[in-house]
């Protein structure tokens, strides 16, 4: 094993221990915070009895490796937490185990705030995957609605509305020009589907499409934790699940790749147009029916000059183009105090026009913004 920093000790010590024989017992837990917050310090991270060895703070990640009576612990923190235990028997593992469940303690944050939703933000960095979890200000689709031209808000409605058992597919591809409400529909539809979907927005998609490792760790949910088991959330996560919702660890999870025209038009580069490929035959082929994953893929592009393995026939849940609003539509949206040139027009444009031409005022009567 490689011991390139500090960081790396606990980890070279946990293995040469149980190497040694000296511990025949391993089990590791991990902890989402997923919609939660540590309230103990990691200082007291500790089973009772045990006795902190080392603690390496990195950031804001911390390592500590613990030790007692016929144990040893290492804790990992980042976001999320990973914890692995060698014992001497599995009645001692277990009973470290109880002990760290009750060290770590996580305060749940509501999951029942009408004007926000969780949404996790990925990114790839030289330490490895990591996943950061907050929540984003949502709009309510019944109050948005009349923001989308008529001839597609049908299409829209069966989206808002669908429901797991419904799932025929696993992509989404939402298209057409800057400042149609691409985005907020999507945050629209985060809150629709709060109960059973979970979103998991990808920061950086280009390196996702470029690495394997990446899209696996995505596609299963496994950043910032060690653990061998396939299980993302604890258990006791699932205790104040307000009714109609499904547990966290139940949830389907929906990628969501934003402004990804580049990475998807017929003439990107090869590794890229691969990595693509590879990323709708995992959300749709063979392990696309072992885990509940949807991706949903925006776009400026026109429909024409994306690649064909996105919109061959059959592999779409849904293809929206999400385009501007007639002159009448647009005309009956913005009121009569305003007298609109004969055109089509975007939500970016009636909001130009809304605030006299100044976009960062967002008008006080009005709901949502132009995205």
């Given amino acids: 094993m490689r011991c390139d920093s500090a960081g790396d000790i606990p980890n070279v010590i946990l293995a040469a221990a149980f190497m040694s024989g000296k511990?025949?017992?391993?089990?590791?837990i991990s902890i989402s915070l997923r919609g939660a917050k540590l309230d103990r310090p990691a200082s007291r991270w500790v089973p009772e009895g045990g006795t902190i060895l080392r603690q390496y703070t990195d950031g804001s990640s911390v390592t500590i490796l613990s030790a007692g009576d016929g144990w040893l612990c290492r804790t990992y923190y980042y976001r999320s937490v990973s914890v692995d235990i060698l014992a001497r028997d599995e009645e001692t593992a277990a009973?470290?185990?109880k002990d760290m469940r009750s060290a770590i303690?996580?305060?749940k944050l509501s999951k029942k705030d009408p004007k926000s939703v969780p949404m996790s933000f990925w990114f790839s960095s030289p330490s490895g995957y990591k996943r950061s979890d907050r929540g984003i200000g949502i709009f309510h689709w019944d109050e948005i609605r009349r923001n989308y031209s008529t001839d597609i808000v049908a299409k829209l409605d069966r989206l808002i509305a669908l429901r797991p058992e419904e799932i025929t597919s696993r992509v989404i591809l939402l298209h057409g020009e800057p400042g149609s409400g691409k985005t907020h529909f999507l945050r629209a539809l985060a809150d629709a589907w709060r109960s059973?979907?979970?979103v998991d927005y990808i920061m950086d998609a280009e390196q996702l499409l470029k690495d394997t490792g990446y899209m696996m760790e995505t596609m299963l949910g496994k950043a910032f934790n060690n653990s061998s088991d396939y299980e993302e959330y604890d258990d006791d996560d699932d205790d104040d699940t307000p009714e109609g919702h499904l547990p966290e660890h139940e949830k389907?999870?929906?990628?969501l790749l934003e402004d990804a025209g580049?990475?998807?038009?017929?003439d990107?580069?090869?590794i890229v147009g691969q990595g693509l490929s590879r990323l709708l035959n995992t959300s749709d082929g063979i392990l696309g029916q072992g885990t509940r994953v949807l991706v949903v893929i925006t776009t400026n592009e026109k429909i024409g000059e994306l690649n064909p393995a996105m919109t061959r026939s059959g592999r779409a849940l849904a293809t929206v183009e999400i385009g501007a609003l007639s002159h009448a539509q647009a005309q009956a949206w913005i009121g009569p105090d305003h007298i609109l040139e004969a055109k089509?027009?975007?939500l970016a444009d009636l909001y130009f026009k809304l605030n006299g031409g100044v976009l960062d005022e967002k008008p006080q009567a009005r709901t949502g913004q132009y995205l």
């Fill in 268 to 270: 990107a580069k090869q």
């Fill in 196 to 198: 059973w979907c979970a």
């Fill in 105 to 107: 303690i996580v305060t």
């Fill in 344 to 346: 089509d027009w975007t």
């Fill in 252 to 255: 389907w999870r929906l990628i």
């Fill in 95 to 97: 009973m470290v185990e």
């Fill in 262 to 266: 580049e990475l998807c038009r017929a």
């Fill in 23 to 28: 511990y025949s017992f391993h089990k590791d």
